[in-house]
């Protein structure tokens, strides 16, 4: 969730009509009455700027001027202590529910070299408490600097779910560094994410790619080679996963090809030529792949439930 930053911002002039709440007590310059801070009222009249006071009507219908730091917008006012849960979640080390870490990328792939990174991938369970609380936990958990990114058990399943080739890989990578006793179940049933949708979701990401490629070359006479040689291995590996019913990740018999790509060794009019046989490769396996429609979801809602009941002790 992004979170706003207008109650920080004294440069923004709120217009006539919003609704607010005071953050100091409030005096009736009519009379002695005084209210609390925390009064509700609506803005009916706005500055010019904020060197100048907003003409505040309160419930009960008197007027009174109060500066911009002497008000919050009522919206913002309420969600304040919904967004503590950093505060909530800093107590705990999410890191130490992660249940599945592995390494994909150019490492996995055998398609590395010295000054390449190591792509560490993976799952966490939070335990019940987290989940359940008002401030939920992250989608995911990032560390940028040593290129880790673990899913929250739901979200790896759904993407999982829906053939994201990065979430496939990391059930078949070979590079598996940490599996613990629930992760090693899930492995054990991988092929229930195996479904026709792997047709659909890698075709139409290489397709999409290879247009803005297309579109970089025309406007700066150049593309990105690591990233033509990684579109051409996801179509070998979509092809694999029609007509064998699993997710390659090793490229060895495509290896020097591959690496020709990168290298810049392989002409473009080449890699293309390449990209549309592979193409037409694909669609005779969609054709004849035994493959369901659909992934399993049943059996992957099934084993989240057992894992969230697990994640109660």
């Given at each position: 969730?992004?979170?706003?930053?207008?109650?920080?911002?004294?440069?923004?002039?709120?217009?006539?009509?919003?609704?607010?709440?005071?953050?100091?007590?409030?005096?009736?310059?009519?009379?002695?009455?005084?209210?609390?801070?925390?009064?509700?009222?609506?803005?009916?009249?706005?500055?010019?700027d904020n060197s100048h006071a907003y003409l505040v009507k309160l419930p009960d219908g008197t007027e009174v001027s109060?500066?911009?730091?002497?008000?919050?917008?009522?919206?913002?006012?309420?969600?304040?202590?919904?967004?503590?849960?950093?505060?909530?979640?800093?107590?705990?080390?999410?890191?130490?529910?992660?249940?599945?870490?592995?390494?994909?990328?150019?490492?996995?792939?055998?398609?590395?070299?010295?000054?390449?990174?190591?792509?560490?991938?993976?799952?966490?369970?939070?335990?019940?408490?987290?989940?359940?609380?008002?401030?939920?936990?992250?989608?995911?958990?990032?560390?940028?600097?040593?290129?880790?990114?673990?899913?929250?058990?739901?979200?790896f399943l759904v993407l999982a779910l829906k053939a994201n080739p990065n979430v496939l890989e990391c059930l078949y990578t070979p590079l598996v560094e940490t599996v613990a006793p629930l992760a090693a179940e899930l492995l054990e049933i991988r092929e229930i994410f195996l479904s026709q949708l792997v047709y659909q979701t890698y075709n139409s990401y290489v397709l999409s790619q290879f247009k803005k490629m297309e579109q970089d070359l025309r406007n700066t006479g150049e593309v990105r080679s690591k990233h033509a040689m990684h579109l051409i291995r996801l179509l070998l590996s979509g092809i694999t996963v029609l007509k064998e019913g699993f997710v390659p990740v090793r490229v060895q018999d495509y290896r020097s090809q591959l690496l020709s790509?990168?290298?810049?060794e392989m002409s473009w009019e080449e890699v293309n030529r390449w990209r549309l046989d592979l193409h037409r490769e694909f669609d005779q396996a969609f054709a004849v792949t035994s493959l369901p429609e659909r992934p399993n979801y049943e059996k992957a809602n099934q084993f989240l439930i057992e894992a969230r009941q697990r994640a109660i002790d």
């Open positions: 969730m992004v979170k706003s930053n207008l109650p920080q911002n004294f440069n923004l002039i709120l217009p006539a009509g919003t609704q607010i709440v005071t953050k100091i007590e409030v005096k009736n310059p009519a009379s002695n009455q005084s209210w609390k801070q925390g009064l509700v009222g609506v803005i009916v009249e706005s500055p010019t109060l500066r911009r730091h002497e008000l919050s917008i009522r919206k913002q006012f309420q969600s304040e202590g919904l967004e503590s849960g950093g505060d909530f979640l800093a107590e705990y080390n999410l890191y130490d529910s992660v249940i599945y870490r592995c390494i994909v990328g150019s490492r996995a792939y055998g398609l590395d070299h010295e000054q390449s990174d190591t792509d560490i991938r993976g799952i966490y369970l939070p335990p019940a408490m987290l989940h359940w609380s008002l401030y939920g936990v992250p989608e995911q958990l990032e560390n940028q600097e040593n290129q880790e990114c673990y899913w929250e058990l739901q979200k790509i990168r290298n810049r």
